[in-house]
């Protein structure tokens, strides 16, 4: 029995040691949130939603792995590319943007998403959103036969909004909270790429809502809402 854990535990580690040599392909699916607004009581606007592409995101991998005790084996850190990250492995743009879009027509009567700032005069207000970084962590933890995997992600992001005139009213940058990440004990390796996956959508989601919200309670976006300069 000793020798067949010891020879799993072998075989799972050297999984993992591989692993933290390549770069797998993260599969997120973010969902967007359902918020109680009827018809009726959204922000009477139509919003230019930009999400640039390309996306001038930094994207930070962090792999770690561990000992029952807490005492890491080995680790390793490395920063992707914009290109590698963000397009290849890791599609942070494009799910962003779609889950963005779908939240932020709950709360105004007008969304149209964009890939650029439009032109001044053609929305009534220009909302841009940018993830300045994303971190990736992944921890493994070792005890015997079986292992767990551990992942989280936390995103930096920065929000702009315009007057239909592209004058800027309101900016704020912020990170997101770490939201205790996904977790799996499994035979051996945990399935981290789609754990690291669920981790982001689960993020993205979120900030999506909570960047709407927060968009929509600006006092300068209200006056605008009501016809008036924002100025």
Same mark, same amino acid.
Request: hydrophobic content about 40%; glycine content about 10%; some cysteine.
């Given at each position: 029995?000793?020798?067949?854990?010891? *020879?799993?535990?072998?075989?799972?580690?050297?999984?993992?040691?591989?692993?933290?040599?390549? $770069?797998?392909?993260?599969?997120?699916?973010?969902?967007?949130?359902?918020?109680?607004?009827?018809?009726?009581?959204?922000?009477?606007?139509?919003?230019?939603?930009?999400?640039?592409?390309?996306?001038?995101?930094?994207l930070f991998l962090d792999r770690r792995?561990? !000992?029952?005790?807490?005492?890491? /084996?080995? *680790?390793? *850190?490395?920063?992707?590319?914009?290109?590698?990250?963000?397009?290849?492995?890791?599609?942070?743009?494009?799910?962003?943007?779609? &889950?963005?879009?779908?939240? /932020? !027509?709950? &709360?105004?009567?007008?969304?149209? $998403?964009?890939?650029?700032?439009?032109?001044?005069?053609?929305?009534?207000?220009?909302?841009?959103?940018?993830?300045?970084?994303?971190?990736?962590?992944?921890?493994? =933890?070792? %005890?015997?036969?079986?292992?767990?995997?551990?992942?989280?992600? =936390?995103?930096?992001?920065?929000?702009?909004?315009?007057?239909?005139?592209?004058?800027?009213?309101?900016?704020? !940058?912020?990170?997101?909270?770490?939201?205790?990440? =996904?977790?799996?004990?499994?035979?051996?390796?945990?399935?981290?790429?789609?754990? =690291?996956?669920?981790?982001?959508?689960?993020?993205? *989601?979120?900030?999506?809502?909570?960047?709407?919200?927060?968009?929509? %309670?600006?006092?300068?976006?209200?006056? $605008?809402?009501?016809?008036?300069?924002s100025r």
């Amino acid at each position: 029995m000793g020798r067949t854990t010891s *020879s799993t535990f072998g075989l799972t580690l050297a999984a993992l040691l591989g692993a933290c040599q390549s $770069l797998p392909t993260y599969p997120i699916n973010a969902r967007p949130r359902k918020l109680a607004i009827g018809e009726g009581d959204k922000v009477p606007l139509e919003v230019a939603l930009v999400i640039s592409e390309p996306m001038a995101c930094r994207l930070f991998l962090d792999r770690r792995i561990a !000992r029952p005790s807490g005492e890491t /084996f080995r *680790s390793s *850190s490395r920063e992707l590319s914009g290109a590698e990250g963000t397009d290849q492995y890791y599609p942070l743009r494009r799910e962003f943007a779609r &889950v963005a879009e779908a939240t /932020f !027509r709950q &709360v105004f009567t007008g969304v149209v $998403l964009l890939k650029q700032l439009p032109p001044p005069g053609r929305h009534g207000a220009v909302v841009q959103i940018d993830l300045l970084e994303a971190r990736i962590m992944e921890v493994a =933890v070792f %005890g015997g036969k079986r292992g767990r995997t551990h992942a989280d992600v =936390v995103l930096t992001w920065r929000l702009e909004v315009l007057d239909g005139a592209n004058v800027r009213i309101a900016e704020e !940058r912020g990170q997101t909270e770490p939201r205790g990440g =996904v977790s799996a004990a499994e035979e051996g390796l945990g399935p981290a790429a789609e754990m =690291v996956g669920e981790a982001t959508a689960e993020q993205l *989601s979120e900030l999506a809502k909570v960047l709407a919200l927060k968009t929509a %309670g600006l006092p300068a976006v209200r006056v $605008l809402a009501a016809g008036g300069r924002s100025r």
